[in-house]
């Protein structure tokens, strides 16, 4: 039996997962979680194969929650089904450390499909721990052919990305820190190293990248 855990702040999101997963004899759900800081939680407590997990939750987002989990748990799938299309994280958050990206609009067997290929490999070294969708395939190949880098936001680490997106919606240096778990003078050091690989001058500008290229709402 695959062991899944599932990471989504809506309760019909989970049961509706949790539902179809019971319809397929080698899936178990084994634990829910509606936060980043629930799913760090989870795979502490709990023996799982592959974790089906939500990006954009309130507190803890998933994107925060990523690389703790990874950190904590290296053996564990952590396939990314978000409502996001893929263009905008996928390529991202696989490089970050996650195992595949889905859109939550896609076939329902898709994610079952994702979920056995990613436990798959996690018992076979040999075939890697990821699962890519058509969608992810395409912009791997386009990234494969583009001359230069990909977009600006492609290029930041993991914690850069993460400082990223809190300043584009808002968020103090101050409320940054705390939710990360850095100083301040930190988080503008983060702050000053994204702003230049962006060449972007302000928090407004990182605002407007942000929304331009939906990675926010």
Known sequence: M???????DHAIVRSGLKQFFSEQVDLRVVGEAA???????LVRTTELDVL?????M???SGIDALGM?????????ILILSGYPEEHYAMNLIRQGASGYLNKECEPMEIVNAIRTIALGRRTIALGRRY??????ELLASQ??????GAPHEQLSEREFQVFLKLAKGETAGDIAKALSLSVKTVSTYRTRLME????????DLTYYALKNKLID
């Open 2 to 8: 695959i062991k899944v855990g599932i990471v989504d």
């Open 35 to 41: 936060s980043g800081r629930e799913a760090i939680d």
């Open 52 to 56: 089906v997990m939500d990006l954009s």
């Open 58 to 60: 309130p507190g803890q």
């Open 69 to 77: 989990i990874r950190a904590k748990a290296p053996d564990v799938g």
């Open 132 to 137: 890519i969708s058509p969608a992810v395939a």
């Open 144 to 149: 494969l052919n583009r001359k230069e880098g």
């Open 197 to 204: 690989k962006m060449n972007l001058a302000s928090n407004s």
